[in-house]
């Protein structure tokens, strides 16, 4: 009986193998020095794009996390405005991953109704897109893709390599 428990605890397919992520998942990182991010997929920088971080150091969390939540049209729980409202700070889309033990509904990667604010440190902790940049983001990037955010004067090349992501 124990036997047959381990054998199926070794073969299950939720059973975790090898790194994680894979050279080949996508991957996400966010440089708050140059308020760009960049999306890489098997193991080559595919887009840099620039975005608006927090107005302050410390508001945009550091480190590794995990994609936990995605929505269309996100609704604006702070001041109750709706998804597709255009005065909805959210914008069009919303990926939110778990920094500081949240559950991807308070930091998250997300549109703007103030394209202007993009290249700035504006935020209240999130990272902003325009909202078109975001929508072609939100269709590439599946639930579970980690987010690396960072303040470095390296290359995004260099920033992945450090990840074990191999970059071509």
């Given amino acids: 009986m124990h036997v047959m428990f381990l054998i199926l605890v ?70 109750k405005i709706e998804g597709g409202d255009p005065t909805n700070p959210l914008g069009v889309r919303w990926i939110g991953f778990d920094a500081k033990d949240t559950d991807g509904r308070i930091y998250g990667i997300h549109g703007t109704n103030q394209p202007n604010s993009i290249g700035k440190y504006v935020s209240n902790g999130c990272i902003r897109l325009r909202n078109e940049r975001v929508v072609e983001l939100y269709e590439k990037v599946p639930l579970g893709t980690k987010v690396w955010i960072v303040t470095s004067g390296k290359s995004f090349e260099d920033l992945a390599k450090e990840k074990g992501i191999v970059v071509q």
């Fill in 10 to 79: 070794l073969v299950s397919p939720i059973w975790p193998l090898g790194a994680n992520p894979l050279p080949a998942d996508p991957f996400i990182i966010v440089n708050k020095q140059t308020n760009e991010l960049a999306y890489i997929e098997h193991g080559k920088v595919e887009n840099v794009i620039k975005v608006g971080s927090g107005r302050t150091k410390d508001l945009t969390p550091e480190g590794e996390f995990t994609i936990t939540v995605k929505a269309a049209n996100p609704y604006y729980r702070k001041d």
